[in-house]
């Protein structure tokens, strides 16, 4: 389905309306998380170019691949120039040469952060016409809640991305650091653009949390042929990575247990052959 079918002002007024889809520069998900603390619309008042020379903005909010977070329909009312270095966009800095006066429109506004939008974006530019795309935003899913970061799953349920969990790590999110420093065990990082397998063990000081810290600094954890991916493709590319557990112990648990079951993982599934495992 169509979202314009849910909320009908997008398809009456589609040659009025511009698309921003939010993304972030460095971090994909840097508006995501500035929606979760409530500053989204300070987040997209600040831009470099006169983006939004219509009279209403369809904001949607990357989520992950090919899913796109509603959040809302805006009244552009003002343009303001901003020559010098803003702090806007829920704390992040950038150099800001406009500040847009919007307001949040009542329509759709219920569905903000709850609905899911479909959308295979395969070009560049975040700033397009909505009726050149109204037909291509389909209904992924409508939520019972508007979507939060997620709280940690439980161990079995472990499937982030790596951009997440850097948020996560960066923030040094209670809930999470807790659960990651006091077990040991053997986790999984997939990479989501060719399939391939990494399997790696997290033992010591705070296991899963000081391991994955590891990562979230350099993009490789100072594996030898992820590093070479990563060296090669900028650490942009471990975006495409993926953390789950595959297996914990007690943080008691010898290390060279440990290691044992890693290499375990390794041979069930073949990650020396096919994946990013070296030995």
């Not at 409530?38 to 899913?67: C, H, P, V």
């Not at 040469?97 to 307001?103: A, L, M, Q, R, S």
């Amino acid at each position: 389905m169509e979202i314009s079918k849910i909320i009908p002002f997008l398809e009456e007024n589609q040659s009025k309306i511009k698309i921003h889809f939010a993304i972030g520069v460095d971090n994909q998900l840097e508006p995501l998380y500035a929606f979760f603390e409530g500053k989204f619309k300070e987040w997209q008042a600040g831009q470099t170019r006169r983006n939004f020379e219509r009279d209403y903005i369809l904001s949607i909010i990357y989520m992950a691949k090919d899913e796109w977070l509603f959040a809302g329909i805006y009244k552009r009312i003002n343009t303001y120039e901003y020559p010098e270095k803003s702090h806007l966009r829920g704390g992040f800095s950038h150099d800001i040469k406009y500040i847009y006066e919007t307001k949040l429109l009542e329509h759709g506004k219920e569905l903000i952060g709850k609905l899911v939008i479909k959308f295979n974006k395969n070009f560049r530019a975040s700033y397009v016409n909505l009726e050149n795309y109204v037909s291509k935003l389909k209904l992924c899913e409508i939520k019972r809640e508007i979507y939060k970061v997620v709280s940690f799953p439980g161990y079995a349920k472990v499937d982030i991305q790596f951009d997440l969990l850097k948020e996560i790590i960066n923030c040094s999110d209670y809930g999470w650091k807790t659960a990651l420093s006091n077990v040991k065990g053997v986790y999984l990082i997939t990479d989501k653009s060719n399939g391939k397998l990494y399997i790696g063990s997290a033992y010591g000081s705070n296991a899963f949390w000081q391991r994955w810290t590891e990562y979230v600094n350099n993009g490789h954890g100072n594996n030898k042929l992820l590093k070479e991916v990563i060296n090669k493709n900028g650490i942009s590319y471990s975006s495409n990575f993926t953390f789950s557990i595959l297996e914990i112990c007690n943080i008691n648990s010898m290390d060279d247990e440990i290691i044992g079951k890693e290499s375990f993982w390794k041979d069930r599934l073949l990650t020396r052959k096919f994946g990013y495992n070296e030995n």
